[in-house]
């Protein structure tokens, strides 16, 4: 195994056959982290906010740009910047978008139903979210939030409900147990049947739990 420190190239040859392997973490630079969170805030934006100079003074040099019209729009971008909850939202969704062309997980040709996937769970060993998709649960906003790729679920002040999301974001293989107990809690139950029959829950194919 050769490790490869941060911005050092590599280029190899290999000397008969051989297998060849690269795993590389990618930090964003700054310059696509600016790109990216400055995109945001123009969508989110609306096109009727705009900039007012109510209480401007008149001037007798037009042509100056005085400091206290600077501070005005310091403060205007301080507002949209530092807008309680913009940050975490932004980095919610953008951490959690998928890379590389991902597809959205295909949805089961049966719906699962709460009596049906209970039984399910009571026969099943393991419990696998979709591979290709990225989970983030936020506790520290407004009110907690699980992000699905680049999706934002909005989660209501329950318990077993935010237990269930940090669950499903923690791990990509989940004891069926731990989901039939927070099945006990309707709103968990309605999370738990969104996200299999969306797809991003599943049982894996050797295990029949299909009847």
Sequence with gaps: ILYLPP???????????????SVGFRAPSDRELLDNFCNYLVERTPEHARYGDAGLRTTHHPG?????????????????????????????RWLSEPKYGHQQPEAPD?????????????????????????FLFVPELFEPSLFIDGERTRLE?????????????DHRLIDP???????????????????????????????????
């Design 110 to 134: 049966r719906q699962w139903t709460d009596a049906r996937l209970r039984q399910a769970l009571g026969s099943a060993r393991s419990v696998r979210r979709e591979e290709g998709s990225r």
């Design 7 to 21: 911005r050092l190239a590599h280029w190899g040859i290999a000397r008969g056959e051989c297998m060849t392997w």
């Design 157 to 169: 002040d329950s318990p077993l409900l935010v237990r269930a999301a940090a669950l499903v974001a």
């Design 177 to 211: 147990r731990q989901v039939l107990e927070l099945l006990a809690d309707e709103d968990a139950g309605h999370l738990f049947l969104r996200l299999f029959n969306s797809g991003h829950l599943y049982f894996p194919e050797e295990e029949d739990t299909t009847s």
């Design 64 to 92: 100056v740009l005085a400091p206290s019209a600077i501070e005005t729009f310091r403060r205007r971008l301080d507002n949209l910047l530092n807008e309680p909850g913009v940050l975490e939202d932004f980095l919610g």
